[in-house]
């Protein structure tokens, strides 16, 4: 099967204290499983995904035209006559933007690392796990230190992963949650962040949900001119910003050849 062509490519960071899940996010959302064990990301890892954005993808279904037995009664007490358009209206070209995901590593001793790669980020996804408070109390940290980095207009969702541990499935299961939706919603609306939503990569809930919602608003802002498309500073690029030879990319997940550099 042939890859669908992209219209634009959008840089994507996954950020968060290590061990929340920003890897298996990444693969769930890249490759549709969930990874049982995972070694700790060292520097960064890459994943990309092709997604529909704008409408017809994201418009409410358009209303039908009145039946006949039910025609436009004006003030003359006459019913208006129906009119019915003699061409259809052109449908809509559905627009697609390429994910460029970059899987960054959570731990203190990459930090100084990790940061290098906010920049030219048009959109975040700041990850805490929902069982460990402590990742929670991390994320304004990681905000601040994004936003000291990236674009001022990179777009920003808070994730709680690990939503399975929050939700017991039978009276002898433990609720390892530690951290409320409504104390997560107070700090996103706090800290000018776009959403904040509860995934779990391991059941797959809601994992596209965070992504798309990231997606749609960073293709809003290409809509009101926010990003020049040949500055790759902006975090965006158009499909022919990079000339006519652009090719469309397929689904990919690949290590940094920089992971293995230097390591044990």
């Known amino acids: 099967m042939s890859a669908v062509p992209w219209d634009y490519i959008a840089k994507l960071v996954c950020i968060g204290d290590s061990g929340c899940g920003k890897s298996s ?19 960064v890892e890459f994943g990309s995904r092709i997604v529909p954005v704008g409408p017809p993808h994201s418009s409410d279904a358009i209303p039908p035209l009145p039946t006949a037995d039910e025609p436009t009664v004006p003030s003359s007490g006459l019913p208006e006559p129906r009119i019915i358009p003699t061409t259809a209206p052109a449908a809509e070209v559905q627009k697609h933007m390429k994910l460029s995901l970059w ?4 731990q203190e001793t990459y930090k100084s690392v990790t940061r290098s790669y906010f920049r030219g980020a048009s959109g975040a996804l700041l990850v805490f796990d929902l069982s460990r408070k402590q990742t929670f109390q991390h994320v304004t940290d990681w905000l601040n230190d994004l936003r000291q980095i990236a674009e001022p207009d990179i ?17 002898t299961d433990e609720n390892k949650r530690e951290v409320t939706r409504e104390e997560a919603e107070e700090w996103a609306r706090r800290n000018g962040v776009l959403e904040y939503v509860e995934t779990s990569a391991k059941s797959g ?3 596209e949900k965070a992504f ?3 997606a749609e608003r960073i293709y809003q802002n290409i ?16 499909h022919n910003a990079g ?22």
């Open 243 to 264: 000339g006519p030879g652009s090719r469309p990319v397929r689904l990919t997940n690949e290590k940094s050849k920089s992971m293995t550099a230097g390591c044990c």
């Open 155 to 171: 777009v920003v969702v808070l994730v709680g992963n690990k939503a399975d541990l929050a939700q017991p499935q039978s009276d």
């Open 212 to 214: 798309m919602r990231v």
């Open 103 to 106: 899987d960054t590593a959570g």
């Open 25 to 43: 996010l990444t693969i769930r959302l890249c490759e549709g499983r969930f990874v049982t064990h995972h070694d700790v990301t060292i520097g």
């Open 223 to 238: 809509q009101a001119g926010k990003y020049d498309l040949n500055d790759r500073r902006s975090g965006v690029k158009g």
């Open 205 to 207: 809930e809601n994992v």
